[in-house]
T-cell receptor
């Protein structure tokens, strides 16, 4: 499973509250990504990181921010959660076995915003 | 930006038959095309990938073909088994310098015993 963990695995929260999801990797890979998965939409990129403190926006970045202060951790924050952010969130990493573009996914976090 | 279309959205086959899923992409600069399998409640798992300098790649019962001119690529599963039942996603990226993956919306494959 490429040494990727996500926490929490499940979370229920209320509209307007801040939420932070954590992605942790054990193998020192440079690239990390956050996706959301919704029925009928597949996987859509939220933000990605190409190094410590180096991040960029993806396709659906509105309402989300990220931080990467250490190689192993990539945090996704919903500053004020909305019901439209109810989704399954997957972290991914790349750079395994010398292939920078091959991505491997974490186990996912199911977030429900009431 | 890149747009990836995937068809069909659902596919049912009899065990032992072949299954084919097709994707088209819009950005001619894309050069890396992975396929992922996702079982219910699980993470997407990479099953095969192909790069633009190759026209076909096989791994046991799974093969992927790429037509750069037409900008489409396909997943072929032969001798399907019930454990092949899952949702399959195609994706495309431009590779070096831009490692973002753009995904298709998925194909739910059901293999009927």
């Amino acid at each position: 499973d490429a040494g990727i963990t996500q926490s929490p695995r499940h979370k229920v929260t209320e509209t307007g509250t801040p939420v932070t999801l954590r992605c942790h990797q054990t193998e020192n890979h440079r690239y990390m990504y956050w996706y959301r998965q919704d029925p009928g939409h597949g996987l859509r990129l939220i933000h990605y990181s190409y190094g410590v403190k180096d991040t960029d926006k993806g396709e659906v970045s509105d309402g989300y921010s990220v931080s990467r202060s250490k190689t192993e951790d990539f945090l996704l924050t919903l500053e004020s959660a909305t019901s439209s952010q109810t989704s399954v969130y997957f972290c991914a990493i790349s750079g395994i076995s010398g292939s920078t573009d091959t991505q491997y996914f974490g186990p996912g976090t199911r977030l429900t915003v009431l | 930006g890149e747009n990836v279309e995937q068809h069909p959205s659902t596919l049912s086959v009899q065990e032992g038959d072949s299954a084919v899923i097709k994707c088209t992409y819009s950005d001619s600069a894309s050069n890396y095309f992975p396929w992922y399998k996702q079982e219910l409640g699980k993470r997407p798992q990479l099953i095969i990938d192909i790069r633009s300098n190759v026209g076909e790649k096989k791994d046991q019962r799974i093969a992927v073909t790429l037509n750069k001119t037409a900008k489409h690529f396909s997943l072929h599963i032969t001798e399907t088994q019930p454990e092949d039942s899952a949702v399959y996603f195609c994706a495309a990226s431009k590779g070096a310098g831009s490692y973002q993956l753009t995904f298709g919306k998925g194909t739910k494959l059901s293999v009927i015993p």
